[in-house]
Structure formats: structure tokens, C-alpha cells
């Protein structure tokens, strides 16, 4: 992208909105939104609009990709999925007029919003994000973050990742080993975050990353990952361990293994949570969780399950042996996923509604749980997770 034009990204925490376009006189302008966010992208463009009134003015990221039917008029386009190709057409040739021919966007037209076919995905063989020319602050907060794949083979029924990615491709070691090394010997970053779902899937991918990293000779950090309990396996805590992980993160979603099965497939289950703790304790590292009420098909059996799991992360963590926090919140049926469609058939969710309601950290707007389920009984589940969370996150 650099190369064919002039980039700025701007830190709204370091620079004003108003000075930045004013001195930097942007011919395009973008931001990117999750869903709950929409509202607030869409006043910053009309802001934008204001003081740019001759800017290509678009949108791209999750929401946009999930519900491009939404596309606010404030936005000329929207970019769709993995949007570096689409974007770089826009760049060289932005003009509308183009729009009806290039594909991945939607846009404006005469029969409302229209959206084009998708356009071929980039394999993942990018050049490595320059944060320190782009992200300064980031770059010299001695974290930083990456993915090691695209894509995701899982189908859980909550996540949009199949809205953005059609198909999974894994970076090789090499261009991995290289972030590491960007990282560490550029930025002086310490601790390093691998943020996609999917970077414990393949330990054997994992080992050859270790060997290259290994021969560059960089040690001096520490990692994070992101790990599905079903993928928890000796060969792959060996794999980590030569990382350098030090903290695995996990969706644990639910303590029944009748809800595991029905959101994230056969492969979710409590006897692979109940592992992936004591496999985190064995090997000393520091594992953080995460739940879900208000599940569609959850019953109060079922959320009763997941607070007797919660129960036993308290017990481990008092016996010193689990070492982590963890975290619950509300379902929320996000655009581009199951859940969105079994709320919309329930008349909950739609291009109407207002996006903020699905705040997961919000309980009162509980958009899929079961009719059958009182507002008291909701009330009571959510107070006695909450009291589990608030005294086991206390004990460090």
C-alpha cells in the first residue's frame, strides 16, 4: 500500500481528528468498526465529512464485512473480508464510478446498498506491519501483538471469523520467525501476544517456527496464545514451552458439554477443560478463561453446570494450583453468525435495531436467552458468577 500512495494512521489519543486532516489533506480517508462500535464510526465519518468534504470516505473491518446491507450513507464504499487487495484498487483508481467493477465492497447505488462478489483473498505472504512508522505509541509499549494464520476450521456458532475468511491459510515459520525478530530486536518488545484462534492447531508448525526463531538467535521475551481446549496435547505444551509461552487464553464458554457440543462442535468438551487446567498447572503457565450466559438453547441446568466449572477454577486457584483469571459474559448474536439469524428470526436483531445492544459485557440486553428462563432466575445466575469471578480474581 505504501507504495502506491501516502499513508497516515491516525492515534486519536496523540492527534486531534481536525489537525491531522487538515495538515495532512487525505484524498481517501477509512475506518474500520466492530458492530457495537457502528454508531460511533459513523459519527466520526461525519466528522470527517465536515472537514473533508472532498474525501473518498470509506469503512472496512468486521461489521461492515458481517452486515454490509447496514452500509450508512456517510460511507462512499465498504470494504469486505481481507480487504488489502480490494483497498489497493481503490487507492489507485478512487473514483465511485469504478465501484460497480471491483469487487469485495459495497456501495451506494440506485437500487439502495449493492454488494459485489468477493474478489480473490491474499495469500499470507504480507510484508511485516511497520508500528513503529505507523502505530508509534503501540510500538513502544513493550507489548505487541500478531496473527500467525487466517482463517478458521471451526464453525462455532458465535463467531463471524467465516464472514471474513472463506478459507485457512497458515503464515509460514519463516515470515513468524521474522515478526519475532521485528519485534524483539526493532521494537524492543518483551512480550508477545500470537492473537489468531488458530496458532495451536498445528504443534508440528509450532516447532518449526521454534527452530527458526531459535537460529536468529532471539530469546530475551516472553509469549501469549490463544488455545482451544481440544487442542491441549503434550507435543503441543513442548512446542509452546520453546516459544517462550507463558500464558494460554481459552473461550471456555460453557460447563456443559451438551452447550460445548451445540456452539463450538464435537471436539468442545468439559473433560478437555478439566485437562487443559492441570496441563497449564504441570507446565507453570498462567491461563485465563472466559464464559457465556444466555446462550440460545441454554437452560438453567446448563448454566448451572458452567457455574460449578467457575466453582472449580476458584478451588484450584485457593490450592495454588490454577494460575489465571477469568471472565463471563452476555451472548450476543453478532451479524454473520448462527446466533445473529436465530435472533433476527426471533424479531431481535436487524438492520434496525440498535448496535450497542449487543455489548457483551451488558446483561440486560440478553437478545438470546431462552423465553422459558424468568428475568429473576437471570438475574441470580449473573450475581452468583460474578461473585465467583470478583474472589477468585482477587487471589494472585
Not at 209 to 228: K, P, Q, W, Y
Request: glycine fraction near 8%.
Amino acid at each position: 500500500m505504501e507504495n502506491a500512495c501516502t499513508v497516515k494512521v491516525l492515534d486519536p489519543a496523540a492527534e486531534p481528528l481536525a489537525d491531522a486532516i487538515h495538515a495532512f489533506d487525505p484524498d481517501i480517508i477509512g475506518i474500520t468498526s466492530y458492530t457495537v462500535t457502528y454508531p460511533e464510526a459513523i459519527e466520526v465519518m461525519r466528522q470527517v465529512r465536515k472537514l473533508a468534504p472532498k474525501a473518498l470516505c470509506i469503512i472496512g473491518g468486521v461489521h461492515i464485512s458481517s452486515l454490509p446491507q447496514s452500509l450508512d450513507e456517510v460511507f462512499d464504499a465498504g470494504v469486505i473480508g481481507e480487504g488489502e487487495q480490494t483497498l489497493l484498487e481503490i487507492v489507485r483508481y478512487p473514483s465511485p464510478s469504478r465501484f460497480g467493477s471491483l469487487p469485495g465492497i459495497c456501495y451506494h447505488s440506485e437500487d439502495g446498498v449493492t454488494v459485489n462478489p468477493p474478489g480473490e483473498q491474499a495469500e499470507p505472504e504480507l510484508p511485516i506491519p511497520r508500528l513503529d512508522r505507523y502505530a508509534p505509541a503501540s510500538a513502544r509499549s513493550g507489548s505487541v501483538g500478531f496473527i500467525t494464520s487466517r482463517g478458521c476450521p471451526f464453525k462455532c456458532t458465535f463467531c463471524y471469523s467465516p464472514v471474513l475468511h472463506r478459507k485457512v491459510r497458515y503464515y509460514p515459520p519463516d515470515w513468524i520467525a521474522g515478526q519475532f525478530e521485528y519485534a524483539v530486536r526493532t521494537l524492543k518488545a518483551h512480550y508477545l501476544m500470537l492473537l489468531d484462534d488458530t496458532v495451536c492447531l498445528d504443534s508440528r508448525r509450532l516447532e518449526q517456527t521454534a527452530d527458526e526463531i531459535e537460529r536468529r538467535g532471539l530469546f530475551n521475551f516472553s509469549t501469549a496464545v490463544n488455545m482451544r481446549s481440544s487442542a491441549v496435547s503434550d507435543e503441543l505444551c513442548r512446542a509452546l514451552e520453546r516459544l517462550h509461552v507463558v500464558s494460554w487464553n481459552c473461550g471456555f464458554e460453557s460447563g456443559s458439554n451438551k452447550m460445548l457440543k451445540k456452539i463450538k462442535g464435537s471436539s468442545a468438551s468439559v473433560e478437555k477443560h478439566y485437562e487443559l487446567v492441570e496441563a497449564a498447572y504441570l507446565h507453570g503457565v498462567r491461563l485465563n478463561g472466559s464464559f457465556i450466559f444466555g446462550m440460545p438453547g441454554e437452560t438453567p441446568e446448563d448454566m448451572e453446570k458452567t457455574l460449578e466449572f467457575m466453582g472449580y477454577l476458584y478451588e484450584k486457584k485457593c490450592s495454588g494450583r490454577y494460575r489465571g483469571g477469568f471472565w463471563f459474559f452476555c451472548a450476543a448474536p453478532f451479524p454473520g453468525t448462527q446466533w445473529w439469524h436465530i435472533a433476527a428470526e426471533k424479531g431481535r436483531a436487524g438492520l434496525d435495531m440498535d448496535f450497542t445492544c449487543l455489548d457483551i459485557k451488558n446483561f440486560d440486553h440478553h437478545l438470546l436467552l431462552e423465553e422459558s428462563i424468568k428475568e429473576v432466575e437471570w438475574r441470580d445466575v449473573i450475581r452468583r458468577a460474578g461473585e465467583i469471578v470478583e474472589k477468585a480474581n482477587k487471589i494472585f
